[in-house]
T-cell receptor, first 116, second 113 residues
């Protein structure tokens, strides 16, 4: 299957700072990318959907000014957690698809964010 | 609604079959998926089924779909210790300009010798 690379795998940051997470599709063009958040022993919660060149569509309850998503190219999407706080500590996973309505989405390995 | 429910935990003996169940609420789902997640890792797609199908088999995996009851199941034959992981079902919902995946609560499968 296609490969989606997420970087970094883990990051620790101080409260109040911003953190950027990258999601790259290595061998296909990712028309659509999804960002999920997963709390320990819980399911994946969809945060936002982004189509290349368009503004991201955020799910209800997700602050778009806090979680900035940029999908400037067909192989790269970034999630920036601004002014991070301990409650933002979580496992963030991106997913990419080569068509807005394709059958399969490929997942990155996830980024564990710890805010201290 | 977008609630996808699964039982939280399943324990089976190595060599037995495992059946993981999932119920979803949106009848307009086009595809339904099963993903596997190992500790600290991303998600691996195991299989998917189109909503107009009843069954799909892929090696040790069998997916059954009861669209009337909005019930999906994954059967793993000859379960191995390497199958121990969390299994998520997911439904594909049609949004305005894209299809988005909504995940179930996850079932932790533990396989013991």
């Amino acid at each position: 299957g296609a490969v989606v690379s997420q970087h970094p795998s883990w990051v620790i940051c101080k409260s109040g700072t911003s953190v950027k997470i990258e999601c790259r599709s290595l061998d296909f063009q990712a028309t659509t990318m999804f960002w999920y958040r997963q709390f320990p022993k819980q399911s994946l919660m969809l945060m936002a959907t982004s189509n290349e060149g368009s503004k991201a569509t955020y799910e209800q309850g997700v602050e778009k000014d806090k979680f900035l998503i940029n999908h400037a190219s067909l192989t790269l999407s970034t999630l920036t957690v601004t002014s991070a706080h301990p409650e933002d500590s979580s496992f963030y996973i991106c997913s990419a698809r080569d068509h807005p309505r394709g059958t399969e989405a490929f997942f990155g390995q996830g980024t564990r964010l710890t805010v201290v | 609604g977008e609630d996808v429910e699964q039982s939280l935990f399943l324990s089976v003996r190595e060599g037995d079959s495992s059946v993981i169940n999932c119920t979803y609420t949106d009848s307009s789902s086009t595809y339904l998926y099963w993903y596997k997640q190992e500790p600290g890792a991303g998600l691996q797609l195991l299989t998917y089924i189109f909503s107009n199908m009843d069954m799909k088999q892929d090696q040790r995996l069998t997916v059954l779909l009861n669209k009337k009851d909005k019930h999906l199941s994954l059967r793993i034959a000859d379960t191995q210790t390497g199958d121990s992981a969390i299994y998520f079902c997911a439904e594909s919902l049609r949004a305005v300009d894209t299809d988005k995946l909504i995940f179930g609560t996850g079932t932790r499968l533990q396989v013991f010798p």
